[in-house]
């Protein structure tokens, strides 16, 4: 034990004298070399834990932060063996990823780099100043959930779902879902934080300690499980989708370069078949096949076909004819189409709110409603097709039931007028609702 401390103490001053140098005006680049000897020995969890216990010793954090800008150069160099993500063009999806762990190293130090000077400051100005910094930070970090992580439970892990790995997928979306409740906990508590609130600074200090490490901590698992996994396994038409995909979710502290622009096919999960689980962990690197054997990790690949005889590609999956009819008979609301011409194509079956038969098909849309109402489909369908509108919604009351009924125009990829959908549903129950429900309440 006594060997660490003097480690540590050892590697705390060698951190003060690169942080003399860069308050001196030395550039980060020219200290890499140094600062690397002293991570030579270091994990990447512990670098912000040094860093926390320099504040405590008086040195600001705004000095400190400095050192965040040349832990990042070194976790590039230490990312660019395992990956050589210099090799990738700027917009490939993998160093996407990784330049945004850079920024996700560096938010994570500095919430625990903010939150050790938090506790040591007494003077109500310094503590509000901090308050500010940290519910900054809180509100940037956040936005880590729903675009990195969500980026890769929803795009990135099919892909190695699909070869059977779905306990790395598990793990990981386990570690994110901790990370999410931390930094949910991090932003209500620094909301309502105020410099006087002695509990509830301590339980922020406490807080941002464990979200630091906990986001290092996954940064450190992609960068040396998953991302080797997926330059390992995935082929460029697999990337080419992901890609496709990324920018509804969004980049988080990083705007991707467009230099990546393969013309390859994209290629997605149910689209890979034959996948042998041999073939597999013959290109694995040994490391990662260590590192699955350590945690039981069976490769099991999913060979599923989704597409069966008789199915049709929509923009988004296949469907058959009798499943077509069984989702819109199972549908919660009533739908109804009218094509372009006013006439009605489609009608939803099932449980309906307003009953239609087969004989309304074809017929003008105006001769299906009372004559004294015509001239409200007819502005509606007038509002729609010159662009003026896009929706129409009404709501009654008939009976016991709340009625709410909407009108969509329908355009295509091009804009161009393609017909009007009605959609009615049933919403009493609707109306009733409170709070939240996240589990079920079956016997």
Known sequence: ???????????????????????????????????????????????????????????????????CDLHVLIFREAVQNALKIDDLKDGHPLKTLALENEAITKDAEMIGLYAATLERVTDKKDRENILNT???????????????????????????????????????????????????KFVNLTNRATPEDEDTLKSIVNLARDLSTALVDMVFRENNILYPTLKTLLSEGEWVAIKMQEQQFGYYGITPGNEWNPETK?????EISGISAEEMLSSIPQHMKDEFKKNNVELVPDNYEIRKEGDFQINVGFLNPETVELIFKHLPVDITYIDENDRVKFYSEGKRIFPRSPSIIGRPVQLCHPPKSVYMVNKILEAFKSGKRDTAEFWIQIGPKFVYITYYAI????GNYRGTLEVTQEVSHLRKLEGQKRLLDWE
């Open 411 to 414: 355009r295509d990829e091009n």
């Open 134 to 184: 940290l519910k900054e930070l809180a509100q940037k970090i956040k936005s880590v959930y729903y675009t990195h992580y969500d980026r890769e439970e929803m795009i990135i892990f099919p892909h190695i779902e699909r070869r059977g790995l779905n306990a790395v997928s598990q793990v990981l979306w386990r570690k994110h879902d901790e990370i999410r409740a931390m930094i949910k």
């Open 266 to 270: 994209p290629v997605f999960p149910h």
């Open 1 to 67: 034990m006594s060997e660490f401390l003097q480690n540590s103490e050892y590697k705390k001053s060698l951190l003060k004298e690169i942080i003399k140098k860069l308050h001196q005006g030395a550039k980060p680049e020219e200290l890499k070399d140094e600062f690397k000897g002293v991570l030579k020995n270091v994990s990447p969890l512990e670098i912000p834990l040094i860093e926390q216990e320099l504040v405590k010793e008086g040195i600001k954090a705004s000095e400190i932060a400095k050192l």
